[in-house]
């Protein structure tokens, strides 16, 4: 008896890159779907770079690329998600501000711990480099990544970048006196590559679950999950 292909969660993925480069995220994320790690499936990838670095790793892995300069609108937004047919959204390396999707079935990662280095501007090297000034300080001994979900501007006034509900925290890195920008960077998109694949797992088979948009506390995890971020813990 033949059986039937199984029906996988339908994800898009928003990746920058830059106009010559970068996707590295993507590309992990791609090889863990295709390894079968990721039980996924990759139905779009979007950058603002037409021939960067994010459509060339889209091609090879045969994902079908739009390539979206604006407006960012929510309107916008929707017409490329009903285009790929998605279900659930990835902002991996996404700079622009996203709109227009169901906020619980949203996800991004940012390269720091929130919210103490989240918000308008806190994006790449300038988290980094806050970071590192923190470093140097005293004021703090190691950074991580975080995975939040992501809300808009309909849901909050002033600034809403970085301001949804946090669902994970990567192991922490130890800084050190010799740390620079760039080997932070390195570090940082070490450890995403280790953990974003399976936390986006996690969400699209709703192992995680923001279940209430209105309670920003209302989220569900795994038995024993060991990446609670630092607000689920006080609750």
Known sequence: MKREKEILP??????????????????????????????????????????????????????????????????????????????????????????????????NKHPALLPEYGGKGMYGRNVHKKVLEDYKAGKIEYTAFSMHFVIDDTMIEGDFYDKGPVFFESPKILLRRSDTLDTIENLIKTSEHSFEYRIIDDIIHERIRWVDVSDPTSTVFPENYAYLPRSAKKQ
Not at 45 to 70: D, L, N, P, Q
């Open 10 to 107: 339908k994800v898009i993925i928003f990746s920058d890159g830059t106009k010559l480069g970068g996707g590295s995220g993507l590309k992990a994320i791609l090889e863990e779907e295709r390894n079968g790690n990721l039980r996924a499936e990759i139905v779009g990838v979007v950058s603002r770079y037409e021939f960067g670095g994010v459509r060339t790793k889209a091609f090879h892995h045969r994902k079908k690329f739009f390539h979206f300069t604006g407006p960012f609108t929510a309107r916008e937004y929707q017409k490329i998600i009903r285009a790929s047919n998605a279900e659930w959204v990835v902002l991996s390396g996404w700079l622009k501000p996203f709109r227009g999707h169901d906020p619980r079935k949203t996800i």
